[in-house]
């Protein structure tokens, strides 16, 4: 039975499923192995193999010039094109790779994510490293076997010391479970496999109601709060599911498997992984985190009893190859476009170990590939634990926040505090049209230099209200303590409202409260804006960017329309009451995005508060026409 409250169906399956019949079977493994050759060819052309390099073996990061330790996960991925193609040049890739992670290692027993400091992605080494090991050891010398299995006992118990909740975010204690519960299968530990059992249950006693894990966030008193649904589904829930296969833990699997039917929502019918309302959507690139692994482990490892986890991981690995270009894998739909120069190869080597996994772990059988809740049409969902609505109607797919999750101590100095909030739609799609609206950071940050690229003056792409006075900026972005309501009504799918303030960055309220109404229909998105204003004259501006797409133009048809045109669908942004100037095109050069890596369009509704009012509504919609 589903915990989470408000489902509404209205509505019947989408016959054709990515352009195929849904009697159609597919094999996960054999797509998954091919994408995987393309990612790993790539990844082997980054090896350095002058045996004289002081680094030989080594994988060198086009962008970043430094050798990330992290980037020796492919180990795994070399050792699995191995077994799969018996490819010697594989098997010689992998150990050289694994031989120099090896002379990394630090005396505790963990490894750096190097160029940084920060220990706890020893756990992902440590699992690509005993993955690797089961198919390289008779390939091994008895030397290397002494020292890889030296090494890994040694990072085993580095972990079985440092890692709980308290000492890093929640996936990592995820990942943990599979690594110990793998070390302890094939070299038998039960201070390991007790490790494994305990950390499972501290990562279950952060799942909320609707089986989302709470635990992303900064420290407060000793824990951590805060949910991400992209790091769910790309790491902590995958985690939790291998070590209870692994474990034969029943409770453990059972509430994986309940908190995934909520997650299979935001699935997105291009594939996309909706990660846009998380803590960490700062890293979101539409087809998950880009320094996440993945998600197809986790649909492969329950497609085997529900066929609707395998069109999920089809559908996203298609999605995947869309953001790949020659082995490597971008930021987001726009990355190719917008950056000339080599990217960092994080989301390449993370995903090929993802890809790896499910190669060897995941459903091994060929099967259907039936519709997901998102090719289902007229309901919408209610997640009250996080604030958030999913609303799919005929043509038109939304994700609206409103989470309230706050990092009181830090506040604007939180690398959590600047996603999407305040009842803003983080996600819009449109059928023909693709996303119509997406989001990125408020401001953007490099919270993490190794992987945030230095970039300034580019501008937030989530719809939004806003204003700014000799007091600073506010918007309603900043709102986290906004009242969401969602529910039916005549002529709609569903009518999400969020009543709050706009708010600056430390979370302070400027003197203008609104209340943002979407309502969703098959053709239409109407959004309704009240503003209650208590005694300065402030104009405000409500800003949609729009995603530019292939054959994409925009003009101004009148005063109050803009028609926006698409290669195959068509729009019409229209004023339907209220006193509002549109603007087009303001600062459009700002208009793109790192995470994800997206170009937008900025139209811009001014409006200016009634002379004898305190209250103003103005009300607009985007119809599709064409």
């Known amino acids: ?56 073996g080594a994988l ?35 150990i050289r790779l694994g031989n120099w992670l090896i002379r990394q290692q630090l005396a505790d027993g963990s490894w750096q994510e190097t160029p940084e400091q920060w220990t706890g992605t020893t756990t992902d080494q440590l699992l690509m490293m005993v993955l690797a090991y089961e198919i390289l050891k008779h390939d091994l010398s008895p030397s290397e076997q002494q020292s890889w299995q030296t090494a890994m006992t040694k990072a085993a118990d580095y972990l079985l010391a440092v890692m709980s909740p308290q000492f890093a975010s929640i996936n990592y204690c995820a990942t943990t479970t599979a690594t110990l519960a793998m070390m302890n299968r094939f070299f038998p530990n039960e201070r390991w496999a007790q490790k494994a059992g305990q950390l499972a249950l501290q990562v279950a006693a952060t799942m909320d109601e609707d089986g989302f894990i709470c635990a992303e966030g900064d420290l407060v008193h000793d824990h951590k709060y805060g949910a991400d649904i992209g790091y769910d589904m790309d790491m902590s829930l995958w985690g939790l599911a291998l070590y209870a296969r692994l474990a034969k833990d029943a409770k453990i ?33 539409t087809f998950g985190s880009s320094t996440a692994d993945g998600c197809q482990i986790l649909f492969s490892l329950f497609a085997g009893n529900d066929a609707r986890y395998r069109t999920a991981a089809m559908r996203n690995l298609t999605y995947l190859r869309s953001m790949t270009k020659d082995g490597l894998v971008g930021y987001g739909p726009h990355y190719w476009e917008l ?17 790896a996994m499910t190669v060897e772990f995941g459903d091994q059988k060929t099967g259907a590939i039936p519709p997901l809740p998102a090719d289902e049409t007229g309901w919408f969902r209610f997640f009250p634990t996080v604030d958030v609505a999913l609303v799919r109607s005929k043509n038109i797919m939304a994700t609206i926040p409103a989470y309230r999750y706050k990092s009181m101590d830090k506040r604007a100095k939180s690398k959590y505090m600047h996603r999407p909030s305040g009842g ?61 309501t969602v529910s039916k009504a005549e002529h709609a799918t569903a009518v999400v409202q969020t009543s709050g303030e706009l708010s600056d960055r430390t979370l302070h309220s400027g003197g203008v409260a609104y209340t943002l109404t979407h309502r969703i229909s098959d053709y239409a998105i109407e959004k309704s804006v009240v503003l209650r204003y208590r005694d300065k004259d402030e104009e405000v501006s409500i800003v949609e960017p729009v995603v530019k797409r292939s054959g994409f133009s925009i003009k101004l048809l009148d005063a109050r329309t803009v028609l926006i045109e698409g290669e195959r669908r068509s729009l019409r942004l229209e ?43 103005t009300v607009y919609q985007f119809r599709i026409v064409r």
């Open 253 to 285: 699997e059972s509430l994986v498997t309940n908190s995934l039917e909520n997650h299979l929502y935001f699935v997105y019918p291009n594939g996309a992984i909706d990660g846009s309302w998380g803590i960490r959507s700062n890293k979101w690139t």
């Open 575 to 617: 004023l339907l009451s209220g006193e509002a100037s549109i603007e087009l095109g303001k600062d459009e050069e700002k208009y793109w995005a790192v995470f994800p890596s997206v170009r937008c369009y900025p139209i811009v509704l001014h409006v200016k508060k009634p002379a004898e009012e305190y209250q103003q509504k």
């Open 339 to 355: 950056f000339a120069r080599p990217l960092c190869f994080y989301p390449t080597f993370v995903r090929a170990k993802n890809l």
């Open 424 to 484: 803003s739609a983080s996600l819009v799609w449109v059928e023909k049209y693709g996303f119509l609206q997406i989001s990125s950071q408020t401001e953007y940050h490099r919270w993490e230099p190794m992987h945030f690229p230095e970039v300034s003056g580019i501008a937030c792409l989530t719809p939004r209200i806003e204003f700014q006075n000799e007091f600073g900026y506010f918007t309603n972005l900043y709102e986290f303590d906004g009242r969401m």
């Open 1 to 56: 039975m589903h915990r989470t409250l408000r489902l509404c169906y209205f509505g019947i399956a989408l016959p054709i499923l990515l352009g195929c019949q849904p009697a159609e079977k597919v094999s996960l493994k054999d797509e998954c192995l091919k994408t995987l050759s393309t990612l790993a060819a790539a990844l082997r052309n980054l090896q350095i193999t002058d045996p004289r390099n002081p680094d030989f």
């Open 60 to 94: 060198q990061c086009p962008t970043c010039n430094v050798l990330h330790t992290r980037a020796a996960e492919a180990v795994y991925p070399f050792a699995v094109m191995y077994k799969q193609t018996n490819q010697r040049d594989y098997a010689e890739s992998a």
